[in-house]
Nanobody, 122 residues
């Protein structure tokens, strides 16, 4: 099974940018739908962005136009470029992989990383 390791989280000011990375243990480009999710304590995990094996992307309305999901096929790394961040973007961010239907529903994803914390201050 694929193993995922996120990195790039940290503390930033509102309006700044941050790029998250997710390194996969195997080639994911043609096999998996890849997604980014986030969760704050006491709330359900929320789908942020996903990219399917044809490079079609989808975003949550709250991040549309500010976040970009992409992947480096040669390096087997998934990215989430976060621009114009807001305090509401504060959460633990998770990378995930799915061999099933590619949506923003967390239940579709079987493989998960350990998460990386993003904190945005105003």
């Amino acid at each position: 099974q694929v193993r995922l390791v996120e990195s790039g989280g940290g503390s930033v000011q509102a309006g700044e940018s941050l790029r998250l990375s997710c390194a996969a243990s195997e080639y994911t480009y043609s096999r998996y739908c890849m997604g980014w999710f986030r969760q704050v304590p006491g709330k359900e995990r929320e789908g942020v962005a996903r990219v399917n094996r044809y490079d079609y992307t989808d975003y949550a309305g709250s991040v549309e136009g500010r976040f970009t999901i992409s992947r480096d096929k040669a390096k087997n790394i998934l990215y989430l470029q976060m621009n114009s961040v807001k305090p509401d973007d504060t959460a633990m961010y998770y990378c995930a992989a799915s061999t099933g239907l590619c949506t923003l529903e967390s239940s579709r994803f079987a493989y998960w990383g350990q998460g990386t914390q993003v904190t945005v201050s105003s």
